[in-house]
C-alpha cells in the first residue's frame, strides 16, 4: 500500500485489499510477537477476532474505523491501516513474523525512499 486510491474500499473485493506499513507497526505494537511463528500469530490473535464475525481480517479492521468515524462524527473515513493491496507477500507459516514483519517494512520504506515526488499542486 502506499499509492493513493480514488475508489471507496467499499467497492473493491476485499480479496484486492492489503494491509499498510502503518498496521504492521501498529499490530507489532499492540502484540507481544517475539518467538511466535505467523501461524501462531494466526491462530492466537486473528483466527480468535474473525470468529466471531466470520470474516476477512482487513474488512475486521475497516468496521472498526468505519465505527470509530462515526463515534467521532467524522463519517465513514477511509482507515489508513487498510487499502488496495500493491504487493502479495508469500511465505511459509513457520516463519519467525517479527522477521516477516521487519522485511515487509524494509521494502516499504524502499519502496517510499524511491518513489518519484507528487506532482506539484
Same mark, same amino acid.
Given at each position: 500500500m502506499g499509492h493513493k486510491h480514488t475508489t471507496p474500499l467499499s467497492e473493491i473485493p476485499v480479496h484486492?485489499? %492489503?494491509v499498510s506499513a502503518a498496521f504492521l507497526r501498529h499490530f507489532a505494537s499492540q502484540h507481544d510477537l517475539s %518467538?511466535? =511463528?505467523t501461524e501462531q500469530v494466526c491462530r492466537a490473535i486473528v483466527?480468535? $477476532?474473525t470468529r466471531r464475525k466470520a470474516c476477512a481480517y482487513v474488512e475486521l479492521l475497516l468496521a472498526r474505523?468505519?465505527?470509530r468515524a462515526e463515534k467521532h462524527? =467524522? %463519517?465513514?473515513a477511509e482507515p489508513? @491501516? /487498510?487499502g488496495p493491496a500493491t504487493v502479495f507477500v508469500s511465505h511459509a507459516w513457520q516463519c519467525n513474523i517479527a522477521? /516477516? @514483519?521487519a522485511t515487509m517494512l $524494509? @521494502?516499504? $520504506?524502499?519502496a517510499e525512499s524511491n518513489a518519484p515526488p507528487p506532482p506539484p499542486p
Open positions: 484486492h485489499l %492489503g %518467538g511466535m =511463528s483466527l480468535p $477476532e474505523a468505519r465505527a462524527g =467524522s %463519517g465513514a489508513a @491501516f /487498510v522477521d /516477516v @514483519f $524494509e @521494502f516499504a $520504506e524502499e
